[in-house]
């Protein structure tokens, strides 16, 4: 960003995952970031009343960007996917990291929702170059451009948003439960079936339930590489995007609300579930849950992606900036797959005439 010069070679500083400080490229000093702004607090993004059901969620956010932090960030339009990159105007990269179509710069970011947390880069692109080559390395059959040095040179760092959704939860359930008890005598076998109904109630508080709400980042994708740690988030602050990408948000808490419900209620079903033991068999009859004084905060997750196409075919990699849990999807090279067949049924061949020789030698 420009505000962000290094005072002693006037170098434009990044932010450095490793010393989580500012560090100057060329002469490698290193600063604190309070020494370049002040941490703006985090906000709370809105509120639900007590006792509603999950579908009554009341979310509003207001805090906006203030025009000094502002200064030096930039909007980039990816022209193929319609993808908006905010970034720092000493960003390099002129490729979209969701479809590596060229992005365009389209001005000065105003207008937008200011983030209230942030969880910094841990890991480096070193160590995102590392995982990908290792895990391309790791299988025979993937096409040698995936191999690729300078392709694999492409992976980005850009900081995803997530709304983080609070909440406490009382749930009551009630499942049918079945136990059964087998012998035998002299003549016949057994089997007698007890049923049971079973009743389960109690409260369980939720903190910062993360929901993708971002469109061009699959939420399969992002479920992947999860969890992230979101007690080391942060208050936002701009200088964490000193040398990084961050997605705009395009999809509202409200929009969200849905996937927040659903992971929820999966995760107290769940729990409530695992307390019912000593049965053969149990299934749920009916479900309660409810959400008291739900809080839902905006922020943005670190994540390494490179996203790139082999023919007509989009594969994406991805790696917690955070923890450096790597998944992704790779393509077979049919060629080398086919000649993969060709020696192993070759050496079956072999295998199978020289046991038909040996047979043939022992029966002589």
């Known amino acids: 960003m420009s505000e962000y010069k290094c005072p002693s070679c006037g170098g434009n500083l990044a932010f450095d995952s490793a010393s989580q400080k500012l560090k100057c490229p060329f002469c490698d ?19 639900m009343q007590q006792g509603q059901e999950t579908n009554n969620w009341n979310i509003q956010s207001e805090t906006q960007w203030q025009q000094e932090e502002e200064e030096g960030l930039r909007v980039c339009l990816c022209k193929n996917c319609s993808g908006e990159i905010v970034c720092d105007e000493t960003t390099a990269s002129s490729s979209c990291p969701y479809c590596g179509s060229p992005i365009v710069i389209e ?51 850009i900081y995803v948003p ?37 009743f389960r109630a109690g409260g369980a508080m939720f903190d910062q339930v993360p929901v993708n709400c971002s469109t061009k980042m699959a939420n399969d994708l992002m479920e992947s590489i999860e969890p992230f740690n979101c007690k080391e988030a942060v208050p936002f602050r701009p200088a964490y995007l000193a040398g990084y990408m961050a997605d705009k948000f ?10 927040a419900n659903a992971r929820i209620r999966r995760s107290t079903e769940d729990a409530f579930e ?73 050496v079956f061949g072999v295998i199978a005439t020289a046991l038909m020789v040996l047979a043939d030698f022992m029966f002589l």
Request: glycine content about 6%; proline content about 4%.
């Open 107 to 157: 001005g000065m970011l105003s207008g937008m929702l200011k983030p209230d947390f942030i969880i910094p880069f841990k890991l480096d692109k070193k160590a995102a170059k590392e995982a990908l080559k290792k895990h391309v390395d790791s299988k025979a059959l993937v096409p040698a451009v995936f191999k690729n040095e300078n392709h694999i040179n492409e992976i980005k760092g």
């Open 250 to 259: 395009d999809s509202t808490a409200d929009a969200c609300i849905q996937d």
């Open 162 to 198: 997530f709304w983080l959704f609070d909440a406490y939860v009382s749930a009551s359930i009630i499942y049918s439960g079945e136990r059964t008890r087998t012998w035998s005598d002299s003549k016949y076998k057994y089997t007698e079936h007890n049923y049971y109904n079973i």
């Open 29 to 47: 000093s290193v600063y604190e970031l309070d020494q370049f702004e002040t941490a703006a607090p985090g906000q709370m993004a809105g509120t």
């Open 274 to 346: 695992q307390t019912v033991k000593g049965f053969t068999s149990v299934m749920p009859q009916s479900s309660q849950v409810n959400i008291e004084n739900g809080i839902a905060r905006y922020a943005l997750l670190p994540v390494w992606i490179l996203n790139t196409k082999w023919k007509g075919n989009t594969y994406t990699f991805a790696m917690n900036g955070q923890t450096g849990k790597f998944v992704g999807d790779l393509p077979v090279d049919q060629g080398a797959y086919k000649k993969k067949i060709l020696i192993l049924t070759a």
